[in-house]
């Protein structure tokens, strides 16, 4: 009698090396899964973690995890507690961490912080939050400011800070206005700027304009901004516009303004510039 978990998984590695049209591929994979019972999961991972090739058995613990993690997160966190440290350990927590979040946010956060190893604790943290940024973006945000610094923490935060911009942005815009890396300050508004803009374009634009500093950084913010101020209200933006000093940034405002409204009424884009030059 066969190994009733080690004979299928030798079946599909081998069906999977000889099949070439995706589509197919995906099913083998789709019947595979739905065939698991809940007692094969923990050993079907352990079979991948020897089994080759070495980025389809990635690949296949990838989405094992993943149907384990939706129907029991619970026992998918006890068992990756009795691994040891390596690749499999690492991408179960990742794609646990990133089911968990959807389904339940508060416990996966929970796990994460009951890590002890500071590096995994922060690595499966950081997947919670990014996962977290659409549905909660405050909580996404308070997870990332307390990260270690770093380039991933920073893109964290602003990708954070502009998703809650996006439905409060005024709020949202007092508390990166107390960020006291500027650097990481100009970033995180210039990003809130540019989704005020999809609700009050001319509260959004004077933000650019006060609170950033001259240079590409202030421009490219002006400029998402104008673009999507002038597909609503061309005479709006325009007046706006038209109050800059002369500059660098006044030119690249009305360039711009120009070429978003010459879609919506050319002869009135080509008169107000004529009128303004």
């Known amino acids: ?28 994979i789709a019947d595979f899964l739905a065939g698991l019972k809940i007692t094969d999961l923990a050993p079907t991972l352990a079979l991948l973690q020897h089994a080759t ?5 990635g690949d296949l613990s990838r989405r094992v995890v993943r149907t384990w993690a939706d129907s029991n ?5 006890a068992w990756i507690d009795q691994q040891p440290a390596g690749d499999q350990r690492q991408l179960a927590a990742d794609n646990l961490a990133i089911v968990w ?8 956060i929970s796990w994460g912080q009951s890590l002890t190893n500071e590096v995994e604790r922060n690595r499966v943290l950081t997947a919670v939050a990014n996962e977290a940024v659409r549905a909660d973006a405050a909580t996404a945000l308070q997870l990332a400011v307390n990260m270690p610094a770093g380039s991933q923490r920073d893109d964290l935060v602003r990708r954070a ?7 409060d942005a005024p709020t949202a815009v007092g508390w990166a206005e107390q960020i006291p890396d500027p650097t990481l300050r100009a970033s995180v508004l210039a990003g809130e700027s540019v989704a005020w803009a999809k609700q009050d374009p001319e509260s959004a634009a004077n933000l650019a304009v006060q609170e950033l500093p001259a240079g590409r950084l202030q421009e490219d913010t002006v400029i998402s901004i104008i673009q999507r101020w002038a597909q609503q209200a061309p005479e709006a ?8 000093p002369a500059g660098p940034l006044r030119t690249v405002a009305i360039d711009n303004l120009v070429s978003q409204w010459s879609q919506k009424d050319a002869a009135e884009a080509r008169q107000w510039l004529a009128d303004h030059s």
């Not at 090739?53 to 058995?57: F, H, I, K, S």
């Not at 997160?73 to 966190?77: D, G, L, M, R």
């Open 1 to 28: 009698m066969g190994d009733p978990v080690a004979d299928p998984l030798a079946r599909l590695l081998q069906d999977l090396q000889a099949e070439s049209d995706p589509l197919k591929r995906e099913q083998l």
């Open 53 to 57: 090739p070495a980025d389809l058995a």
């Open 73 to 77: 997160p619970q026992a998918v966190a």
């Open 161 to 167: 800070a502009t998703e809650w911009a996006s439905g």
């Open 237 to 244: 933006a325009a007046a706006w516009v038209d109050q800059f």
């Open 101 to 108: 979040a959807n389904s339940q946010l508060a416990n996966a």
